[in-house]
């Protein structure tokens, strides 16, 4: 088995399933319980939450932990429009943000807020004077993704930070994909609010954390308790967020992102050496995340693709997870230009610190053997011709 959809979820590591099932067993008092068990656990989430912020260099009262990604853009997102409602109303996107942003702001305009959606270029670069221009006296918001979920582009969320700050207008950026594969320093970037997920870096599903700068203020958009500094409330899950402590400090940051880039770079020249490959998203692999490749094959469909590689236990996907099922075509790949022959034809391959050599050959072998049409009386299915 050859699994390749580590932007979707990645493998929990074995380390981290020990401290979720030792915490399950043994530390499963109630943290805001008074008793000693209670108080056991709560010193276990204060350590959680330490290392949480150490990864990101913010301080342990900045974190607030929620159940997803999903969640977090949610509660960064609405939270703030929630609580300063009263004042300016215009925010600033992109049109190629995750879903539970774009759909938190269809939300939020049939609540009477303006939003602007920035187009971007045919690599999915958002271009810092647009964001300049589009900044009026009445933003207060600009939210853009770190690192696109399909295409890989990183954005430079310095310079639009740095940016924001100077015209007085919050930034928010979504980091689920760039987390520990992209430097994040909220010390030196002027980040105002953040969104992570710990599935993608081999902790479990169901765990996620937002970053809050001291001194902004939103509204919680779960009511109940006084868990989380009174924003999310509910019993936190500890053993999960243990796990995702666990999985940021088996993270090396150096070597792992080193490996995976040798792996994206080696399967992108192989790719790029077949007739009628087109790479989807920066050229230029600095400015693309670690672990993703995005190809079209021209006048084929994606679907087909994954289907056959999948008959061979080779896991790629096309386009985003969130809509995979969906056979529409992707809105990131309309949003850069794709062209018609290559815009149905795409799939996404993304790596991780578990890849090997051996998983990318096996996949660019049963690929090629795929898309030239060979063996076992394989018809590729043609569109437009």
Do not use: W
Not at 73 to 92: E, M, S, V, W
Not at 129 to 141: G, M, N, Q, V
């Amino acid at each position: 088995m050859s699994y390749l959809d580590n932007n979707a979820t990645t493998k929990v590591a074995p380390e981290v399933c020990d401290v979720i099932l030792d915490c399950l067993k043994k530390d499963y008092g109630n943290p805001s319980s008074l008793h000693k068990l209670g108080q056991a656990s709560a010193n276990l989430l204060a350590e959680a939450r330490e290392r949480v912020a150490s990864s990101i260099n913010a301080y342990p009262d900045e974190i607030i932990f929620v159940g997803s990604g999903s969640e977090a853009n949610n509660l960064c997102i609405k939270g703030f429009c929630d609580f300063h409602a009263d004042k300016r109303k215009h925010i600033i996107t992109s049109s190629i943000e995750h879903p539970s942003v774009l759909e938190v702001y269809r939300v939020l305009e049939a609540k009477g807020f303006e939003v602007t959606y920035l187009p971007v270029n045919t690599e999915g670069f958002i271009a810092l004077d647009e964001i300049e221009k589009a900044i009026r006296p009445d933003t207060f918001l600009v939210s853009l993704m770190h690192a696109n979920n399909e295409i890989g582009t990183i954005q430079p969320i310095e310079k639009i930070s740095q940016m924001c700050r100077r015209q007085n207008v919050i930034f928010h950026t979504d980091a689920v994909q760039s987390f520990l594969k992209v430097p994040l320093d909220v010390q030196k970037i002027p980040i105002d609010l953040a969104s992570f997920s710990g599935h993608k870096i081999h902790g479990p599903k169901g765990i996620g954390f937002v970053y809050k700068r001291r001194g902004l203020s939103i509204t919680s958009q779960v009511n109940g308790g006084g868990q989380e500094m009174k924003l999310r409330a509910g019993t936190e899950n500890l053993a999960f967020i243990l796990g995702l402590a666990k999985a940021i400090g088996i993270f090396d940051i150096k070597k792992d992102v080193m490996q995976m880039r040798k792996l994206q770079s080696h399967a992108i020249d192989k790719l790029l050496s077949m007739p009628n490959i087109r790479l989807n998203g920066p050229k230029d692999l600095v400015k693309r995340i670690c672990n993703n490749i995005n190809i079209s094959v021209s006048h084929v469909e994606g679907e087909f693709l994954l289907e056959q590689l999948s008959q061979s236990n080779i896991f790629v996907s096309t386009g985003s997870a969130c809509s995979s099922k969906s056979t529409k075509v992707s809105p990131v790949l309309r949003a850069i230009n794709c062209p018609p022959e290559y815009i149905h034809g795409n799939i996404r391959i993304s790596l991780s610190r578990y890849t090997t050599m051996k998983d990318v050959n096996n996949f660019i072998k049963e690929f090629e053997r795929i898309v030239s049409g060979k063996g076992n009386g394989l018809n590729i299915t043609i569109y437009g011709n």
